[in-house]
């Protein structure tokens, strides 16, 4: 079973902010979300990741809601560069004790219109 | 660091023959992943090694599949006999430890692109 839900596609206008939802329902306390992108012809690259707080980087905001059933990842003013498919990821960290396999499933492909 | 470093990077080869992929992982790092992504499956996880011991292959499709880790710096990917639905892009990853995100962050490698015909 999937653990994240995630739209297939969407479309943000260079400059203005994207919004990026996940849905993840079943996340268990101990479960972190993660955000990685994958640019055309290369490999995923790390974003952002929060537990419950809502988390702020160079990159990105996180944005968890409350009840931790879903969250939403910001690009503040998305370029052309962001173009990419974003995936959402509920996961364990092993220094919480967990194991798991990770499942970085379909993601939301992001197109940034000039 | 020149990062995690796959070999080929495009693969095209016929029905029945054997393929290898070759990864790099960055110095240092104890955990090499596997990946394979295609568009129906998207970004799947076929094993990984610590210390270049296998400790989760569970993903690893069928006996046509095989992994090995000789030394810290290099892994191989073995599809033997290869057939037209191994067809996709398969990543080597590396990190410190089995992690997302700070000192556990996976890097990925640029990904090999296999087509068997």
């Known amino acids: 079973d999937a653990k994240t839900t995630q739209p297939p596609s969407m479309d943000c206008a260079e400059g203005r902010a994207a919004n990026l939802p996940c849905n993840h329902s079943t996340i268990s306390g101990n479960e972190y979300v993660y955000w990685y992108r994958q640019i055309h012809s290369q490999g995923p690259q790390y974003i952002i990741h929060?537990?419950?707080n809502n988390e702020t980087n160079e990159m990105a905001s996180l944005i968890i809601t409350e009840d931790r059933k879903s969250s939403t990842l910001i690009l503040p003013h998305a370029t052309l560069r962001d173009t990419a498919v974003y995936y959402c990821i509920v996961y364990i960290p092993p220094r919480s004790g967990g194991y798991q396999k990770v499942t970085f499933g379909t993601g939301t492909k992001l197109q940034v219109i000039p | 660091d020149a990062g995690v470093i796959q070999s080929p990077r495009h693969e095209v080869t016929e029905m029945g023959q054997e393929v290898t992929l070759r990864c790099k992982p960055i110095?240092?790092?104890?955990?090499l992943f596997w990946y394979r992504q295609t568009m129906m499956r998207g970004l799947e996880l076929l094993i990984y090694?610590?210390?270049?011991?296998?400790?989760?292959d569970s993903g690893m499709p069928e006996d046509r599949f095989s992994a090995k880790m000789p030394n810290a710096s290099f892994s191989t990917l073995k599809i033997q006999p290869s057939e037209p639905r191994d067809s996709a892009v398969y990543f080597c990853a590396s990190s410190h430890a089995p992690g997302l995100a700070g000192t556990d962050t996976q890097y990925f490698g640029p990904g090999t692109r296999l087509t068997v015909l």
């Open positions: 090694f610590n210390n270049n011991v296998p400790i989760d």
């Open positions: 110095s240092g790092h104890d955990y």
């Open positions: 929060g537990l419950k």
